[in-house]
T-cell receptor
Framework: GEDVEQSLFLSVREGDSSVINCTYT??????LYWYKQEPGAGLQLLTY?????DMKQDQRLTVLLNKKDKHLSLRIADTQTGDSAIYFC????????????FGSGTRLQVQP | GAVVSQHPSWVICKSGTSVKIECRSL??????MFWYRQFPKQSLMLMAT?????????EQGVEKDKFLINHASLTLSTLTVTSAHPEDSSFYIC??????????????FGPGTRLTVT
């Protein structure tokens, strides 16, 4: 089955950049996603990248996709305390499927 | 933007009882909704795909007789946990796709329902 892996924890200082990494296995995914989950809450779609793109920038967020290595990263510029949350990368569960498979989540802690 | 609600947000029930969780798309129609389960400090795992007007599709290892899914309308799917046991305690999250949206990436998540079985 599909497997999406992430590092579990990242701590940065306010104002620094954060980089969260993810590796995935299903090369047929059309889109790859980054979701944010705050404590006790549901998931918020932060950004996504189409599989034929290498990079996408959206304000403070930059997504890099390396299809050869099946590596996805999310860079948050000028990280703020409000960015503290768990970040999940996700891909479609399989060819033609809309359901998602998620990584284990990276807990980002932003220190003032 | 599209909003998905869940009700209740938090429920405590006794072992052996059944609990119904609702997932509603508030401002769009959803022919397909998904039910995920999240254990503490873990990722989300897909339980089943809820299809309007037809039977749900369950993932391997998920008991369909224990987790009853009904998708009776284009805006409502329900998940009933039957004969709940403490090991069913979890965070249940639904998501929905707007059937009219041409943007295949868009899937909207509900806020989740925390179930505690005592």
């Amino acid at each position: 089955g599909e497997d999406v892996e992430q590092s579990l924890f990242l701590s940065v200082r306010e104002g620094d950049s954060s980089v969260i990494n993810c590796t995935y296995t299903d090369s047929s995914s059309t889109y790859l996603y980054w979701y944010k989950q705050e404590p006790g809450a549901g998931l918020q779609l932060l950004t996504y990248i189409f599989s034929n793109m290498d990079m996408k920038q959206d304000q403070r967020l930059t997504v890099l996709l390396n299809k050869k290595d099946k590596h996805l990263s999310l860079r948050i510029a000028d990280t703020q305390t409000g960015d503290s949350a768990i970040y999940f990368c996700a891909e479609n569960l399989g060819t033609g499927r809309r359901a998602l498979t998620f990584g284990s989540g990276t807990r980002l802690q932003v220190q003032p | 933007g599209a909003v998905v609600s869940q009700h209740p947000s938090w429920v405590i029930c006794k072992s052996g009882t059944s609990v119904k969780i609702e997932c509603r798309s508030l401002d769009f129609q959803a022919t397909t909704m998904f039910w995920y389960r999240q254990f503490p400090k873990q990722s989300l795992m897909l339980m089943a795909t809820s299809n309007e007007g037809s039977k749900a599709t369950y993932e391997q290892g998920v008991e369909k007789d224990k987790f009853l899914i009904n998708h009776a309308s284009l805006t409502l799917s329900t998940l009933t946990v039957t004969s709940a046991h403490p090991e069913d305690s979890s965070f249940y999250i639904c998501s929905a796709r707007d059937r009219t949206s041409g943007r295949g990436y868009e899937q909207y998540f509900g806020p989740g329902t925390r179930l505690t079985v005592t």
